[in-house]
């Protein structure tokens, strides 16, 4: 039972390059979230997925897609990086099906763009 | 006003001491909050949920206070394991399906 995974764990991208940041729960949970964590400020959501086949625009959204394409996976993609999303990146999954709401999280992914 | 707020600190304290966060919230209509641990360059991990008017786990205590909207972390005789980022957590006004995190709050406990 892994959790949350993410891929990959380090990325160092040119501006103007794509990638696509993976993330799989095992948990069975219903929603998946991604977040970007800047240094001293809080985790700001960029997109989440309350059930396979939905997603939603969180806080920060711009500059993002996402798909979620299945219940266990749930990928985000950068189109053109800019300097401006250097920062770390954190996939979490919750069973908000129950009444606790709680999120549980993947390790993260650092992305610098130069 | 910021939907969670906390005090960044650091607070320093010495190990064995009794240390507490305070977390203040806006959506008076939130039913249970959380409190997680980020260790420098890591995850957020669950610490506690706070459901009613509080929760107790060993050394750590959370409380609620829905009259001022704030929720407090206690931690009695700090580790230095201890030493973290603790994260103060409530739900989005847009809906359960969403939680609002508060910048942290840093520990430091030395010898």
């Known amino acids: 039972n892994a959790g949350v995974t993410q891929t990959p764990k380090f990325q160092v991208l040119k501006t103007g390059q794509s990638m696509t940041l993976q993330c799989a729960q095992d948990?069975?949970?219903?929603?998946m979230y991604w977040y970007r964590q800047d240094p001293g400020m809080g985790l700001r959501l960029i997109y989440y997925?309350?059930?396979?086949?939905?997603?939603d625009k969180g806080e920060v959204p711009n500059g993002y897609n996402v798909s979620r394409l299945n219940k266990r996976e749930f990928s985000l993609r950068l189109e053109s990086a800019a300097p401006s999303q250097t920062s770390v990146y954190f996939c979490?999954?919750?069973?908000?099906?129950?009444?606790?709401?709680?999120?549980?999280f993947g390790p993260g992914t650092r992305l610098t763009v130069t | 006003r910021k939907e969670v707020e906390q005090d960044p600190g650091p607070f320093n304290v010495p190990e064995g001491a009794t240390v507490a966060f305070n977390c203040t919230y806006s959506?008076?209509?939130?039913?249970?909050f959380f409190w997680y641990r980020q260790d420098c360059r890591k995850e957020p991990k669950l610490l506690m949920s706070?459901?009613?008017s509080g929760n107790e786990d060993g050394r750590f205590t959370a409380q609620l206070n829905r009259a001022s909207q704030y929720i407090s972390l206690l931690i009695r005789d700090s580790k230095l394991s201890d030493s973290a980022t603790y994260l103060c957590?409530?739900?989005?006004?847009?809906?359960?399906?969403?939680?609002?995190f508060g910048a942290g709050t840093r520990l430091a406990v030395h010898p």
């Open positions: 959506n008076s209509a939130s039913q249970s």
């Open positions: 706070v459901y009613s």
């Open positions: 979490a999954s919750s069973d908000t099906n129950r009444e606790s709401y709680e999120q549980y």
């Open positions: 948990m069975n949970h219903n929603s």
């Open positions: 957590v409530a739900p989005s006004s847009g809906g359960y399906n969403k939680l609002i």
């Open positions: 997925s309350a059930s396979e086949g939905t997603t």
